[in-house]
């Protein structure tokens, strides 16, 4: 096993396993908390994750990790391309809108079947053959909540403004017409994004 970190967050580290081209990740040990304790909340979230990626992966393109017993580390392929937040700009205005039309189907997906990516950026999102792989559900969770769903995809628009200002507009419009297209629930969530953002305002 030919292990390289490429990762490194508050939560885990990321490793790529050269030789089999596999992703390992192993989440951090938080040596204020007792040990026994440390070990079962990092095992819970380790499945946690693991089931919502074997889910999402039967929805939209996702990494599918490889089946545990143990869940202390988790074991994926490694989904090589060219990471959104790094290239979305590189291409045509046309190109990253025919991008945010397939987002905005793929998260209408997920939160048709409940399912709260979390940290919906750019960086999360890898473009590999014409698919865009959705990656890093670390912070995902299921839920049924107008208000989880509007925060996930508040959180995409936020990124998407910080990150790729230039054509902003052109793609949120896009991203949040595709995913009113495949989402019934869509004008609920839209409503509640408004009130999500005038908090946001309000806090600052």
């Given at each position: 096993?030919n292990?390289?970190l490429?990762?490194?967050?508050?939560?885990?580290?990321?490793?790529?396993?050269t030789?089999k081209?596999?992703?390992i990740?192993d989440r951090?040990?938080?040596?204020?908390?007792?040990?026994?304790?440390d070990?079962?909340?990092?095992k819970r979230?380790?499945?946690?994750?693991t089931?919502?990626l074997?889910?999402a992966?039967?929805?939209?393109?996702?990494?599918?990790p490889e089946?545990s017993?143990?869940?202390d580390?988790?074991i994926?392929?490694?989904?090589?391309g060219?990471?959104?937040?790094?290239?979305?700009d590189?291409?045509?205005?046309?190109k990253?809108k025919e991008i945010?039309r397939?987002i905005g189907e793929?998260?209408?997906?997920?939160?048709?079947?409940?399912i709260i990516?979390?940290d919906?950026t750019t960086?999360?999102m890898?473009?590999?053959?014409e698919?865009i792989?959705?990656?890093?559900?670390?912070l995902g969770?299921?839920?049924?909540?107008i208000?989880?769903?509007?925060?996930?995809l508040?959180?995409?628009?936020q990124?998407?403004?910080?990150k790729?200002?230039?054509n902003?507009h052109?793609?949120?419009?896009?991203?949040?017409?595709?995913?009113?297209?495949?989402?019934?629930?869509?004008?609920?969530?839209?409503e509640r994004?408004?009130a999500?953002?005038?908090?946001?305002r309000?806090r600052?």
């Amino acid at each position: 096993m030919n292990l390289k970190l490429i990762q490194q967050g508050a939560e885990a580290k990321i490793f790529l396993d050269t030789s089999k081209n596999l992703i390992i990740k192993d989440r951090i040990s938080k040596s204020y908390r007792h040990p026994n304790l440390d070990a079962q909340i990092r095992k819970r979230r380790t499945k946690s994750e693991t089931k919502l990626l074997e889910k999402a992966s039967k929805i939209i393109n996702c990494p599918v990790p490889e089946k545990s017993k143990s869940f202390d580390k988790i074991i994926l392929p490694y989904i090589q391309g060219k990471k959104l937040s790094e290239h979305l700009d590189d291409f045509t205005l046309e190109k990253q809108k025919e991008i945010c039309r397939e987002i905005g189907e793929s998260v209408a997906k997920l939160h048709k079947n409940d399912i709260i990516h979390g940290d919906l950026t750019t960086s999360n999102m890898i473009l590999q053959k014409e698919k865009i792989y959705f990656i890093d559900f670390g912070l995902g969770y299921i839920s049924k909540k107008i208000e989880d769903k509007a925060v996930d995809l508040y959180l995409l628009k936020q990124a998407l403004e910080a990150k790729h200002f230039k054509n902003y507009h052109e793609l949120i419009k896009e991203v949040f017409e595709y995913y009113k297209k495949n989402y019934p629930e869509a004008e609920k969530i839209f409503e509640r994004i408004i009130a999500v953002e005038k908090r946001g305002r309000y806090r600052h």
